[in-house]
């Protein structure tokens, strides 16, 4: 595993509490450092603040400025880490994990000989 790029994997999932449907994931992006997923969370956090809803508003300011430590603390140590705020009958989930970036061959190259080569082990 040496040389492979390390990062986090970042989610934004909502779910509505008054269904039983499952959650649903609205955006994920590869953040190259602890940096930028906490950017990340606390730019998307920020969009929520000024909503009508006075306690999902303040919960959100609280988590944005007061708990961030943490979460911070979490990212600086490779954890997984999630921030969750509930507004009007939404619950709104962040998530990012430690993770490794695997390169992948780009769009329009070719591919390495051993993938045009293999062959699968047959059944026998």
Not at 11 to 30: I, K, M, R, V, Y
Not at 42 to 71: F, G, K, M, Q
């Amino acid at each position: 595993m040496n040389g492979l790029p390390r990062g986090h994997w970042c989610e934004h999932w909502t779910q509505n509490l008054s269904t039983d449907q499952p959650p649903t994931l609205h955006a994920s992006f590869g953040a190259y450092s602890p940096d930028e997923a906490d950017r990340w969370i606390s730019a998307t956090l920020r969009t929520i603040i000024p909503v009508p809803d006075a306690a999902a508003s303040e919960h959100a300011w609280e988590l944005l400025y007061e708990s961030r430590i943490d979460t911070r603390r979490a990212l600086l140590q490779a954890e997984p880490c999630s921030v969750t705020v509930e507004q009007t009958g939404t619950l709104i989930t962040w998530t990012v994990r430690p993770v490794i970036f695997l390169p992948l061959i780009q769009r329009g190259s070719k591919p390495p000989c051993l993938a045009v080569t293999f062959e699968p082990p047959t059944g026998d």
